[in-house]
């Protein structure tokens, strides 16, 4: 049987901004990873549900994805 909750993490994202990021990489990935700024939380942390069925493919994705964003931001 399923578990009803989930497992999350909150990592604190030093590199760049949150939000921005999570923008893009849905847009530009279809990787949803949410913003502090979605849970009235400032400091940059991103918010990892890791219960998902894809979790693999999205972390196999964003691996993928954050040299691109650190290039089309530098």
Do not use: I, K, N
């Not at 549900?49 to 972390?59: A, I, Q, W």
């Amino acid at each position: 049987m399923p578990p009803v909750g989930g497992t999350c993490a909150y990592p604190w994202l030093t590199a760049t901004e949150a939000r921005a990021f999570s923008e893009w990489l849905v847009d530009q990935h279809g990787v949803l990873l949410a913003p502090d700024v979605m849970f009235e939380h400032t400091g940059q942390h991103l918010r990892f549900g890791m219960g998902r069925t894809l979790f693999p493919e999205g972390m196999a994705t964003l691996a993928q994805a954050w040299p691109e964003w650190l290039r089309v931001t530098s």
